[in-house]
């Protein structure tokens, strides 16, 4: 009989649980602070991101960690600001 993984799933676009930063990110800083698009206007580049994304325009900026050993796909998420490290869907899946 498998026991239940009482592991939280994480939010990804939430706030880290051990330091408290916001994982959220905003595509179009993203965009406006990469070279690539200096070329563009704040409207060129806001009508550009619209075309290539969708609502709510945002990113997580969650790091993916992958182990080839263990799991072909995400392993684990690792929080920019402090480190931490946080199973990750198919962790909790696989191992529940």
Known sequence: MKKKNKQKKVNQYGKCPQCGESWEGDIF????????????????????????????YKWSRLINIEYKDKYD????????????????????????
């Open 73 to 96: 796909g995400i392993w684990e998420y690792q929080c920019p600001d402090c480190k931490a490290t946080f199973p990750s869907d198919n962790q909790i899946r696989l191992t529940s």
């Open 29 to 56: 800083d993203y965009m406006r602070d990469n070279k690539h698009f200096n070329h563009l206007s704040d409207f060129e580049l806001y009508e550009l991101m619209k075309k290539s994304y969708e609502a709510p």
